[in-house]
């Protein structure tokens, strides 16, 4: 981990590619994102789109989560 670098940056991973999702993005990199089972859009930046904490993590002999990989 980068030093000075914020923990939550390391724990938040895309699950989709950040190069795949600014194809599909604006020049101010955000496209339009429409939650299932809601009616309103919004838009959302590239860099917080499809991002899933502890993506990488798995749970541990003690069940507690683990991304030590």
């Known amino acids: 981990m980068k030093a000075g670098a914020p923990t ?3 724990l938040c991973r895309h699950t989709v590619p950040y190069l795949y999702l600014r ?6 990199e955000q496209f339009i994102r429409v ?9 959302i ?13 798995f749970r541990n002999e003690d069940g507690e989560l683990d991304d030590s990989m």
């Open 35 to 43: 939650p299932l089972g809601e009616d309103k859009s919004k838009p």
């Open 8 to 10: 939550v940056f390391w």
């Open 23 to 28: 194809r599909f993005a604006d020049k101010a």
């Open 45 to 57: 930046g590239v860099v917080h789109a499809t991002v899933q904490k502890d993506f990488y993590s």
